[in-house]
């Protein structure tokens, strides 16, 4: 485990890093740095932007999708989920899902498509996947712009934790308040669900990926429901409650991104609209 001084250290290094636009080495570069270590650094970071005037808003979800991550920059292997605290500072809401967003000190910026819950309720503690569906008040579609403050995108998954879970900024769409027949029956839709991403330029315009629920943990609901439980084995960090918005992860590859395109999705086999962003 970390002392306090060196898990200040580098909540410090990260923070200013990002406030200043440019990279670091890995923190696992200089230190054995184990998982709970991460979730330490990224407990402190809660505490100094809280103290700063930030209000946390929810939580994203990391490394859900079914892909061997070695091939994007992640040098040991993920065994699991990972999750961090997203804030009031770095959501947005897409009026009639379409938006532009400034890509002005993103560090290394990539984009994912994902479906957003808002809960309704904190959930039981030992939820079932249908007692976390009827905990969501909402669903809507995002882009999760993932930011990463390490060369080349090559970090450990602990790295990755400690740095914001990479975490850069949250378009939302068009929320859709869940009727309790989609509750119940929400994993079901969702399985038969995909999505396209396409990025366009004044020149062309490319589809770049589709992407499937069952590539993510079975579906977003799932994946809502491991965070769930891995909260449970964290004492020190708060459960999920109502009110939350949880970006339950990246239906495609991350893409990078540049001032200039306008990247557009689009849904089939569930009613979620798809989003229209264009990045300067």
Do not use: C, K, M
């Given at each position: 485990m970390l002392m306090s001084?060196?898990?200040?250290?580098?909540?410090?290094?990260?923070?200013?890093?990002?406030?200043?636009?440019?990279?670091?080495?890995?923190?696992?570069?200089?230190?054995?740095l184990s998982v709970p270590d991460a979730y330490q650094i990224s407990a402190r970071i809660a505490t100094i932007r809280t103290a700063q005037g930030e209000t946390q808003v929810g939580r994203k979800i990391g490394f859900t999708i079914r892909k061997e991550w070695d091939r994007?920059?992640?040098?040991?292997?993920?065994?699991?989920?990972?999750?961090?605290?997203?804030?009031?500072?770095?959501?947005?809401y897409a009026d009639n899902n379409q938006g532009a967003q400034s890509l002005d000190g993103a560090l290394q910026p990539r984009i994912e498509p994902e479906v957003i819950f808002k809960l309704g309720s904190a959930p039981p503690p030992n939820a079932t996947l249908d007692q976390m569906a009827n905990c969501i008040e909402w669903m809507a579609h995002g882009f999760e712009i993932v930011s990463c403050p390490f060369p080349s995108w090559e970090f450990t998954a602990a790295d990755a934790i400690a740095a914001f879970g990479l975490h850069g900024a949250l378009i939302v769409g068009e929320p859709h308040v869940l009727s309790s027949t989609t509750r119940r029956n929400l994993a079901v839709l969702l399985s038969s669900a995909s999505v396209s991403l396409s990025c366009s330029t004044d020149e062309n315009a490319i589809l770049r990926a589709a992407g499937f629920c069952n590539d993510l943990l079975d579906s977003p609901l799932h994946a809502l429901l491991q965070l769930h439980q891995l909260l449970s084995?964290?004492?020190?960090?708060?459960?999920?409650?109502?009110?939350?918005?949880?970006?339950?992860?990246?239906?495609?590859?991350?893409?990078?991104?540049?001032?200039g395109q306008t990247w557009i999705t689009a849904f089939s086999g569930i009613a979620l609209q798809g989003l229209t962003v264009k990045f300067v």
């Open positions: 001084s060196q898990t200040s250290r580098y909540a410090h290094a990260l923070l200013d890093a990002r406030a200043e636009s440019r990279t670091i080495p890995l923190l696992s570069s200089n230190d054995a994007y920059g992640v040098t040991d292997g993920i065994g699991a989920p990972i999750w961090a605290p997203v804030f009031d500072t770095t959501v947005r084995t964290q004492p020190n960090e708060p459960p999920l409650r109502a009110g939350e918005i949880v970006s339950t992860g990246t239906w495609t590859d991350a893409y990078p991104i540049q001032a």
